[in-house]
């Protein structure tokens, strides 16, 4: 991929990012006004945030799943992972020991399928 085309996908991708989190914002702004905040739009707005969350997830760990080689060493982590920033989070009520959790758990497993693949 040549410099210009990475600009453009880096440009494209950050005010991408940018709407999808603006224009939900001010869709609610505006809806707050509106007594009847019930509808199909609302439903659509207040999934947005979710529907975000796991897009990212995916992207975020596309790359570190390869089907091509062993999917145990590399699935495994990741669900590791995850799991980890979950109770991490829910336990001490923080993302912060939630993420190092996650990477901590991450590390274990890895290091752990090494030692036993």
Do not use: C
Request: aromatic share 8%.
């Amino acid at each position: 991929m040549n410099t210009s085309t990475l600009l453009w996908v880096v440009l494209f991708s950050g005010v991408g990012t940018f709407l999808i989190r603006l224009i939900p914002m001010i869709w609610q702004d505006r809806g707050s006004m509106n007594t009847a905040r019930h509808g199909r739009l609302r439903r659509a707005l207040d999934a947005i945030g979710p529907a975000a969350i796991v897009a990212l997830l995916v992207v975020s760990f596309w790359d570190l799943v390869n089907v091509r080689e062993d999917v145990v060493a590399t699935v495994v982590p990741v669900v590791a992972g995850v799991l980890g920033v979950v109770a991490g989070k829910a336990w001490l009520k923080t993302i912060a020991w939630g993420t190092l959790a996650g990477v901590l758990a991450y590390g274990a497993t890895v290091w752990a399928l090494a030692k036993i693949l």
